[in-house]
C-alpha cells in the first residue's frame, strides 16, 4: 500500500494564484482531513470530510475548497493565494474518528510570494 | 473545548540519556490521546495512544507515556536516545472528529 499520497511536493505561487493540491489514499478510509503546519504552531484543521460527498471547516478554512467525489481523492483548492497560505500542507486520513490512528502523507511545502 | 500545551519547545539532550516530554491537555469530556513524531521533512507517525485501560502506554522505539488523569497530563518518556531520535514531537487530543494538536517539541541528539 502506498498510504496517503501528495503532490505536489512543493510549489511557489505568486500572490493571486490558483492551485489545487492533489490528495489520495489507497486504505479505503472514509475520513480524510486538510491539516496546515506553521512553524511553532502545531498543525490546524483546515477541511476535513467524513465520506465522499461530505465535508466540512476545520478551525482555519478561509481561503480554501474541498471537494470529496470519491473515497480515495480529497483535493485541497486554494484561490487567490496570499503570503499567510505560505505553510506546509498535511494530507491524512483515517478509518474511524476518536481513538483512531490518522495516517499523514508527506507534505507539500508551499510558498506564496 | 479541547486545548494541548506541549510545555517545551525544544529539548537538546545527549545521546543514550533519558528524555522527558510535558504534554498537557484540557478537556471537557473523556479523551483520546496520541504522541506523532515528525522526522526530517516527513509526514507525521503515530507513536503511541491511550484510549483506556493502563495509564501506562508502550509504543514504538522504545517511547513509553504515562496518562495522569488528576494532572490531565501525558508525558512521553525515553529511557536511553539515539541520535535517529532527533525529530519533532507532537502531543494530540482527540473527542470526536477533531484531533487538535500541541506546537510540537524538537529533540535535537547529540553525540
Known amino acids: 500500500n502506498a498510504g496517503v499520497t501528495q503532490t505536489p511536493k512543493f510549489r511557489i505561487l505568486k500572490i493571486g494564484q490558483s492551485m489545487t493540491l492533489q490528495c489520495t489514499q489507497d486504505m479505503n478510509h472514509n475520513y480524510m482531513y486538510w491539516y496546515r503546519q506553521d512553524p511553532g504552531m502545531g498543525l490546524k484543521l483546515i477541511y476535513y470530510?467524513?465520506?465522499?460527498?461530505?465535508?466540512d471547516k476545520g478551525e482555519v478554512p478561509n481561503g480554501y475548497n474541498v471537494s470529496r467525489s470519491t473515497t480515495e481523492d480529497f483535493p485541497l483548492r486554494l484561490e487567490l493565494a496570499a503570503p499567510s497560505q505560505t505553510s506546509v500542507y498535511f494530507c491524512?486520513?483515517?478509518?474511524?474518528?476518536?481513538?483512531?490512528?490518522?495516517?499523514f502523507g508527506p507534505g507539500t511545502r508551499l510558498t506564496v510570494t | 473545548a479541547q486545548s494541548v500545551t506541549q510545555l517545551d519547545s525544544q529539548v537538546p539532550v545527549f545521546e543514550e540519556a533519558p528524555v522527558e516530554l510535558r504534554c498537557n491537555y484540557s478537556s471537557s469530556v473523556s479523551v483520546y490521546l496520541f504522541w506523532y513524531v515528525q522526522y526530517p521533512n516527513q509526514g507525521l507517525q503515530l507513536l503511541l495512544k491511550y484510549l483506556s485501560g493502563s495509564t501506562l502506554v508502550k509504543g514504538i522505539n522504545g517511547f513509553e507515556a504515562e496518562f495522569n488523569k488528576s494532572q490531565t497530563s501525558f508525558h512521553l518518556r525515553k529511557p536511553s536516545v539515539h541520535i535517529s531520535d532527533t525529530a519533532e514531537y507532537f502531543c494530540?487530543?482527540?473527542?470526536?472528529?477533531?484531533?487538535?494538536f500541541g506546537a510540537g517539541t524538537t529533540v535535537t541528539v547529540r553525540a
Open positions: 494530540a487530543v482527540s473527542d470526536d472528529y477533531k484531533l487538535s
Open positions: 470530510s467524513v465520506g465522499a460527498g461530505i465535508t
Open positions: 491524512a486520513s483515517s478509518y474511524g474518528t476518536g481513538g483512531y490512528e490518522q495516517y
